[in-house]
């Protein structure tokens, strides 16, 4: 008997089946089904969106809205596979205006979780009660309800363990809801968007500007930085905010991109914005914006990913184009100069709506007054010498392109970009020291060049130190010892203070807690997205704890962003770098042993611990090579 003759034919799947494989594209986190199920009240004219969640959407999921509701033959077909009301040609197919338009939402989610709907529409008296089970229909009855749409996803992924055992842990699968909904709030402002956790309520937003969903999403104070975009060309309208530049962060999570009102996730689009920036912004950061376009259906596809955050345009060069140069007029109108506010001159405390930030990312003629914090311990007290700021470094994506660069670029996109924060010193060899060419115990033998890097001799050679790695490596390993050890020697703070954080932010720093506080970090989380922090580590200067700890934040979302998964090491990374003495800071003779001592009793003084290198060695017969010398 040939193989062939044992294959089995081919065979229509059973539709439970069928589903289930549908579901596993359309519903891949809890976060999947909230993006679904707020879309179809969106789409069914809500003018009150209640999401609430339990265990992070493993247990519960319910969606209610006032929207139009469903009459009972509709509210059964609904959960029937391309069954919608949205389109029902394929010209429809071309001019879609609505979230939702395949009819797989919901059979999807039902294949894989118990689903309770209750729906009513105004022309009737009582609802439409429907309780299905792995997609067969177990309930159905007629019951009291107010008009629109009740969804109650429970127990996801019950009959799909192996699904179920992909999720993350709760913290993170609440983050990604928490995005999802940030973006509903963005994206809706006429909508009133509720967001209830654990009973707990974190989002209560009332209709208003998309200003004030901004502020709601990322801080009052954030509103104070936004610039207008606003251009309305016969291709599409552009509207939203950016965020000045000193606003720019590490990470690219405060980057909002609609079309038509839906969130899209498009390289192309992105890069049109941020190379706008031009050298506005330091190597590896990324602007704050949240912009919307406004085109015709015809010339936008959204049928490209079940998922639908992926769109194709007809005419993408153009598009590209004029945003562009609608960003970089936004930008070049404005006056971006930044405040020096009541922290930069005085130390003392900035309004408490927002984590104080201080950088130097102003256009070049420009300058802002930078706090210094004593990171060192003892030794860096009375420093009276205040350094100048860094030099600027252009942005990775911020130079101009000309229409052969936007050829290369559009053949170029499938390709991921250069990291440009990459330190090529860190792709050097580097020999180890051994203990007889470890550096002289005596600082006056010790040069600082630039305030950034330490010159000491050793028996072989010269050595050069870069401080700030040096002193990152230090306190990296004393925080993992701390985080190891639950031993943390913090400060108590004269005064709590209390700032209110994005919703993002506030769930990291709910994920994080436990090895901030074990680091010495005392904060207190309220709903909703308020921190008080009561005590910091010793490491952190007063006055300067809100904005520390946002810059660990900041770094940590880095760190997970190129794929670091291990928690403690993040944090103590993250603490490690953004406590550490900067480049520019200058040490005593003192301050310079001190820190050389402390780094070679660590348990690795050549590399900082995301690589880079800390220890250069410079031999004898490498200098005589240079100079020529043969003896």
């Known amino acids: 008997m040939s193989e062939s003759d044992t294959r089995p034919g081919i065979r229509k799947l059973p539709d439970h089946l069928a589903n289930q494989i549908a579901a596993g594209e359309v519903v891949q986190r809890p976060d999947s089904v909230v993006k679904e199920l707020v879309e179809n009240a969106i789409d069914a004219d809500a003018t009150h969106v209640t999401v609430i969640i339990a265990n992070a959407g493993k247990t519960l999921i319910q969606v209610i809205d006032d929207g139009a509701g469903m009459s009972e033959g509709d509210a059964l077909l609904a959960f029937e596979r391309h069954a919608t009301s949205k389109i029902a040609t394929y010209d429809d197919l071309e001019r879609i205006v609505t979230f939702g338009f395949r009819g797989e939402a919901l059979p999807s989610i039902a294949s894989v979780a118990k689903v309770e709907l209750r729906t009513r529409t105004a022309a009737e008296d009582v609802a439409t009660f429907l309780r299905i089970e792995a997609g067969r229909l177990e309930e159905q009855s007629r019951v009291e309800g107010p008009v629109g749409t009740s969804i109650a996803v429970k127990n996801l992924f019950y009959n799909t363990p192996a699904r179920r055992q992909f999720l993350k842990s709760n913290p993170t699968e609440y983050r990604h809801i928490a995005d999802t909904v940030q973006r509903f709030i963005l994206s809706?402002?006429?909508?009133?968007?509720?967001?209830i956790a654990d009973g707990d309520t974190v989002f209560d937003v009332h209709?208003?500007?998309?200003?004030d969903r901004v502020a709601a999403v990322f801080g009052d104070r954030m509103a104070d930085a936004l610039i207008e975009v606003r251009e309305e060309t016969d291709l599409l309208t552009i509207t939203g905010y950016l965020g000045k530049p000193a606003s720019a962060k590490k990470t690219r999570g405060d980057q909002y991109l609609f079309v038509n009102g839906r969130y899209v996730s498009s390289r192309l689009l992105n890069h049109a914005v941020v190379s706008?920036?031009?050298?506005?912004?330091?190597?590896?950061?990324?602007?704050?914006?949240?912009?919307?376009?406004?085109?015709?259906p015809k010339q936008v596809d959204v049928n490209v990913h079940p998922a639908k955050l992926e769109v194709k345009f007809s005419n993408e060069r153009n598009i590209y184009t004029i945003l562009q140069a609608v960003v970089r007029r936004s930008l070049y109108h404005t006056d971006l100069t930044p405040s020096i506010g009541f922290r930069d001159v005085a130390g003392g405390d900035a309004p408490p709506d927002s984590f104080a930030r201080t950088r130097h990312s102003a256009p070049e003629d420009s300058w802002r007054a930078e706090p210094r914090y004593d990171s060192f311990g003892s030794l860096r007290r009375d420093m009276a010498d205040a350094s100048p700021p860094p030099p600027r470094h252009e942005s990775g994506g911020g130079s101009r392109m000309d229409a052969g660069q936007i050829d290369d670029l559009f053949r170029s996109l499938n390709i991921a970009p250069a990291d440009p924060s990459r330190d090529e010193a860190a792709q050097e060899s580097h020999t180890i020291l051994l203990p007889s060419e470890k550096p002289v115990s005596d600082s006056q033998f010790l040069w600082q060049l630039h305030n950034k890097y330490i010159f000491t001799p050793i028996k072989s050679g010269l050595m050069i130190i870069d401080q700030h790695v040096a002193h990152e490596r230090i306190l990296y390993e004393r925080a993992l010892a701390a985080l190891e050890h639950a031993a943390p020697f913090s400060q108590q703070l004269l005064f709590e203070h209390t700032v209110r954080v994005s919703q993002g932010d506030f769930a990291l720093l709910g994920e994080i807690k436990p090895e901030l506080e074990r680091l010495g970090?005392?904060?207190?989380?309220e709903l909703p997205n308020h921190v008080t922090v009561e005590a910091v580590p010793q490491d952190v200067k007063a006055g300067m704890e809100e904005s520390i700890l946002e810059e660990i934040l900041e770094q940590f979302k880095e760190y997970r962003a190129n794929g670091l998964t291990d928690i403690r090491h993040n944090v103590a990374a993250s603490?490690?770098?953004r406590t550490a003495i900067k480049a520019g800071d200058r040490l005593s003779a003192p301050e310079m042993q001190t820190l050389i001592d402390q780094l070679f009793a660590t348990g690795n003084p050549y590399r900082c611990p995301h690589g880079r290198p800390i220890v250069i060695k410079l031999s004898l017969d490498e200098l005589d090579r240079r100079f020529g010398r043969t003896s």
Do not use: H
Not at 207 to 211: K, N, V
């Open 521 to 525: 970090f005392v904060v207190r989380l």
């Open 188 to 195: 809706a402002p006429q909508v009133r968007i509720t967001f």
């Open 207 to 211: 209709p208003g500007t998309l200003r």
């Open 276 to 296: 706008a920036f031009d050298n506005m912004l330091e190597s590896g950061e990324y602007p704050l914006y949240v912009i919307f376009l406004n085109i015709d």
């Open 575 to 577: 603490y490690g770098c």
